[in-house]
Nanobody, 121 residues
Framework: QVQLVESGGGLVQPGGSLRLSCAAS????????MGWYRQAPGERRELVAL???????GYADSVKGRFTISSDNAKNTVYRQRNSLKPDDTGVYYC???????????????WGQGTQVTVSS
């Protein structure tokens, strides 16, 4: 059983900052990557930021320079610090973990329940 618990969403004014956290629990054999996706109303879910177990990081062009992703491998937790928030950053943010569970070596994607972020004055 894999569980992802997200926290840190809410309402913030344009230009403000917000920090999201996602804690993963379960019988992982290995976690390969953790990341954050955003889904705005009426749009597809899109990747925002990703960090691999080895520490490689990638960002969507729209958030480069404003968002920072980090992880604590010992706690299976991923964080995302978001600065200079814009109204376009509004949406539901989902935590994603790519991992193998138990004795299986097969990789699967697991998702959190999502946390709403609204950037508005």
């Amino acid at each position: 059983q894999v569980q992802l618990v997200e926290s840190g969403g809410g309402l913030v004014q344009p230009g403000g900052s917000l920090r999201l956290s996602c804690a993963a629990s379960g019988s992982f054999f290995s976690i390969y990557a953790m990341g954050w996706y955003r889904q705005a109303p009426g749009e597809r879910r899109e990747l925002v930021a990703l960090i691999t177990r080895a520490g490689s990081i990638g960002y969507a062009d729209s958030v480069k320079g404003r968002f920072t992703i980090s992880s604590d491998n010992a706690k299976n937790t991923v964080y995302r610090q978001r600065n200079s928030l814009k109204p376009d950053d509004t949406g539901v943010y989902y935590c994603n973990v790519n991992a193998s569970v138990g004795s299986s070596r097969n990789k699967h994607d697991y998702w959190g329940q999502g946390t709403q972020v609204t950037v508005s004055s």
